[in-house]
């Protein structure tokens, strides 16, 4: 099977791929509907969400469980800035950055799932938002089209401008980007029910299960590395 996606002609990266976009789409929802169950309704990649629940806390007075939800936004936001500098050291020293951030998250993944039935703290949702952050900035294009792997309202946009385009003009080739993003998103709607199912027999052990998408996603850059080397 992964032969197969080296052998074929492409016009892009593999990091860039369908099977990529979907791995890590379905291991953010899984995420998501990870956190918002575990860590008091709480999101590490929808910051959105995290910023409506902090105002509407804020709004009916409760200050501290307000504040909560300032802890993912600003290790969010602390994870682009850590993003922007190793891609930029990366890029000087000749290092593949998309695989380098795999390994990253790899390695940000396992430490959650160590943590998490040991932990019920912030540690969790601190982690994860770092994570989701670096994943967001990494990888941003499907097959040269940009795409959003975590906020799928982006997503739901462009399937809809593409699906009118390519009807009304009878563009073939917007019909299947549209196609591409709507198994994108149904990778993301699995994720997050078989979450929150799982959710409710595994607890905080359920996260271990999104190891195996990370993992063939390193595998997979790593055989392209090294085929390119």
Known sequence: MFKQLFDKKRDYRIFEGLRVAVMLTFVSGFIDAFTYLTQGGRFAGMQTGNLIYLMIHLSEGEWSKSLSYLVPIIVFMLGQIFTYLVRDWASKRNVHWHIFS???LLVLLLITCILAPLNS???PIIILSFYASVQV???????GVPYANIMMTGNIRSISK??????KENNHEALKKARNIAVILFSFM???GSSAIL??????????????P???L???LYLEIRKNS
Do not use: M
């Open 162 to 167: 593409l699906l009118i385009q390519g009807i």
């Open 102 to 104: 795999g390994h990253i």
């Open 137 to 143: 900035d990494t990888f941003r294009k499907i097959r």
């Open 199 to 212: 959710v409710n027999y595994l607890k905080e052990y359920t996260l271990y299960l999104s190891l195996f």
């Open 218 to 220: 390193n595998y997979i």
């Open 121 to 123: 703290s912030a540690i």
């Open 190 to 192: 699995i994720g997050v």
């Open 214 to 216: 990370i993992l063939v």
